[in-house]
């Protein structure tokens, strides 16, 4: 059981460029959660969705798109990156309890 | 702002002893807090929750408060250790349901030897 697992760990984009974050749980869990931490500063929530096929916009939505083809994964999409998407990335599910896991973040930088 | 906000940026203690790690929200109407701690480089990790229709709720070493009166949630760890040294962030489920967390900017706490 490896929790949530995300890919890559780091990654440089140029501004304009594109990319794909990659989020998979093991713990069939149907809610998942794509969140930002900017430095100093808590987790802000990008998306979020409730099982395959239900996606739904969280605080901070604009310039991210997610998918949700299958209860294990929940990609995140920049398709056009700018300097104010460098940040952490945490993808996260939810237990019984409605606690969150946290898988280990993805260091993304653009330039 | 922000709903959910926190006391103090850093909170320095001595080993052994215990500390108490605080957190205000604004939202009457929050149902669910989660204490996490997060550690350099890595995820948070869930330490402990609590619901509105409780008081108080005790983990190993942690018990967490919550007084909606004043609107107030608390982190206590016991016989505080080198390897409790992190950022404490508590966050609020406004809905109670799944659509997710509120974060404070969190707490970083330092233990000395």
């Known amino acids: 059981n490896a929790g949530v697992t995300q890919t890559p760990k780091f990654r440089i984009l140029k501004i304009g460029q594109s990319m794909t974050l990659q989020c998979t749980q093991d713990?069939?869990?149907?809610?998942m959660y794509w969140y930002r931490q900017d430095p100093g500063m808590g987790l802000k929530l990008i998306y979020y969705s409730v099982g395959a096929g239900i996606t739904d916009k969280g605080e901070v939505p604009n310039g991210y798109n997610v998918s949700r083809s299958t209860t294990e994964d929940f990609p995140l999409r920049l398709e056009l990156a700018a300097p104010s998407q460098t940040s952490v990335y945490f993808c996260a599910s939810t237990g019984e309890r409605y606690e969150q896991y946290f898988g280990p973040g993805t260091r993304l930088t653009v330039t | 702002g922000e709903s959910v906000g926190l006391h103090l940026p850093t909170l320095s203690v001595q080993e052994g002893d215990n500390s108490i790690i605080n957190c205000a929200y604004s939202?009457?109407?929050?149902?669910?807090f989660i204490w996490y701690k997060q550690e350099s480089g890595k995820g948070p990790q869930f330490i402990i929750d609590?619901?509105?229709?409780?008081d108080k709720r005790q983990g190993q070493r942690v018990t967490v408060l919550l007084n909606k009166t004043v609107k107030h949630l608390s982190l206590q760890i016991a016989a505080t250790q080198p390897g409790d040294s992190a950022v404490y962030f508590c966050a609020e489920n406004l809905g109670g349901g799944a659509d997710g967390l509120t974060f404070g900017k969190g707490t970083h706490l330092i233990i000395q030897p």
């Open positions: 713990m069939n869990h149907n809610y």
């Open positions: 609590i619901r509105s229709n409780m």
């Open positions: 939202n009457s109407a929050s149902d669910y």
